[in-house]
């Protein structure tokens, strides 16, 4: 875990959490495991509940996936989900995010940050980078809102971040009906059987 990526989400967490610290949030974090350093520390607070997703069992790795397009929790029922330094490694980035948006409660948001560069890193595959305009269609797919999105463009000043040029982006889960609801479950259940990646 780089320097700009901590501060990122540091930074996120204090523009659009920082109302909440009398709220009861429920935290996901995919791509949890600490490696060398996690988002974790900004979430500690007494009101939220925290838990570490990965595909490996390790250090802030509290659920362990069977796979990286099925998340073990109910539908619309995740408050805040982080994601940093892992959509690159996902092949089927696309089936998770649907997934990511199939848990994620109207109103909760998405923090989402991967690089737009940066040299080749498996872990145990590195397929794709990204920039804004790819979290604009991230947007537009899943029928969510985006609330900010931006691209370290310029070479960070820490050593172990300037290779990478975050793409950083704020989503957020409209208010949904609950029909629309209903019919959101529908379609996944669907994708659930015909789509590539989730068999």
């Known amino acids: 875990m780089h320097t700009s990526s901590l501060a990122h989400v540091q930074g996120l967490v204090h523009q659009f959490l920082s109302g909440s610290t009398t709220k009861s949030l429920k935290i996901i974090d995919i791509g949890s495991y600490d490696v060398n350093g996690s988002y974790k520390q900004f979430f500690v607070h007494p009101a939220w509940q925290y838990t570490g997703v990965d595909l490996a069992a390790g250090p802030n790795v509290d659920v ?65 980078r990204f920039y804004p305009d790819a979290y604009r269609a991230l947007a537009k797919y899943a029928s ?44 996944q259940q669907l994708r659930y059987q015909v789509m590539p990646g989730y068999k």
Do not use: N
Request: hydrophobic fraction near 40%.
């Open 64 to 128: 362990v996936l069977e796979s990286p397009y099925r998340l073990p929790f109910d539908s619309f029922s995740v408050d805040v989900i982080v994601s940093g330094q892992a959509f690159e490694h996902v092949e089927y980035f696309w089936c998770s995010w649907l997934e990511m948006v199939r848990v994620l409660k109207p109103g909760g948001h998405i923090f989402l940050l991967a690089p737009s560069r940066g040299p080749e890193h498996r872990y145990p595959q590195d397929c794709w």
């Open 144 to 187: 969510l809102e985006l609330l900010h999105v931006s691209t370290d463009w310029e070479p960070h000043a820490s050593e172990d971040s300037a290779a990478w040029g975050d793409t950083v982006g704020v989503f957020r889960q409209p208010q949904l009906s609950g029909m629309q609801m209903l019919r959101r479950r529908l379609m």
